[in-house]
């Protein structure tokens, strides 16, 4: 969210934060305004292990916004609910 003609407004700011006065991740580098390039099921349950992964249940639904080829690796860059981070392959179908 952008306001250019009135950056410094109060309501500018107003769609800025969310329901509970917490700032979002408005700014265009933020992975989660990075478009999907596909949708993917996930077809068996994973717990993240390091902190940049996603966690996700089996029947859930990842946006995926990065698929290197499966010959340079098995990971892929996602998004799952408001949350952005990696993910096995295997995980998904």
């Known amino acids: 969210l952008t306001c250019?003609?009135?950056?410094?407004?109060?309501?500018?700011?107003?769609?800025?934060?969310?329901?509970k006065g917490n700032h979002l991740l408005v700014h265009e580098e933020s992975s989660i305004n990075?478009?999907?390039?596909?949708?993917?099921?996930?077809?068996?349950?994973?717990?993240a292990q390091a902190a940049d992964e996603l966690s996700f249940e089996v029947g859930?639904?990842?946006?995926?916004?990065?698929?290197?080829?499966?010959?340079?690796?098995?990971?892929?860059?996602g998004k799952h609910g408001f949350q952005v981070g990696t993910s096995t392959a295997t995980a998904v179908g």
């Open 4 to 19: 250019p003609q009135l950056p410094h407004s109060p309501l500018c700011s107003l769609f800025q934060i969310d329901n």
């Open 34 to 47: 990075v478009p999907a390039i596909a949708a993917a099921h996930v077809i068996k349950r994973y717990i």
């Open 60 to 77: 859930d639904i990842v946006s995926v916004i990065d698929m290197p080829p499966k010959e340079l690796t098995s990971w892929w860059r």
